[in-house]
């Protein structure tokens, strides 16, 4: 139920996931001994954690099909647990070299161009963008057009410290 004042509210709240402060929403909550199911959007595992952590008792993806939305809901209400996406581990997806692209291009040498970045790294400018171009397949594109963009999402994701 989802009501004009959530914070105060007892009971099951279902908040969605673009709720505002969400965190602090979460962190209220939980310290009242309520219980809040975050839903919507596709959030990567470590984001997913991090709400977790904040005192929610489930994350249902925005792509679950109501039936399985009421299963979590009806779970948290029985008191069962509910199962949370694992975090990767970091580098995640990525394979060695992609890693080793990525942190030389968005972050060691952010302020280079991808030739300079290339050259650093003892590859061609053609084989650094296949990495790059891979990296971002992996992320699904997902606000990847900018290299603040794809270090945001590799940060976000766990896969870049």
């Not at 007892?10 to 001994?33: F, Q």
Request: charge should be neutral.
């Amino acid at each position: 139920m989802i009501t004009a004042s959530p914070r105060s509210e007892a009971g099951l709240l279902v908040a969605d996931v673009e709720t505002s402060r969400l965190t602090s929403l979460l962190e209220e909550r939980r310290g009242s001994g309520w219980e809040t199911i975050v839903w919507g959007g596709t959030l990567a595992a470590p984001r997913a954690i991090l709400l977790r952590e904040a005192g929610a008792q489930a994350y249902v993806s925005g792509l679950a099909l109501p039936g399985e939305v009421a299963e979590v809901v009806r779970a948290v209400r029985d008191g069962q647990g509910v199962a949370w996406p694992e975090v990767p581990s970091v580098g995640g997806g990525l394979t060695p070299r992609e890693r080793e692209a990525a942190v030389a291009y968005l972050v060691t040498g952010a302020e280079r161009s991808r030739a300079e970045v290339a050259a650093a790294l003892g590859m061609s400018e053609r084989t650094l963008k296949v990495h790059v171009a891979r990296i971002r397949d992996k992320t699904g594109h997902a606000g990847t057009a900018t290299r603040e963009g794809l270090r945001h999402e590799l940060t976000h994701r766990g896969w870049l410290s």
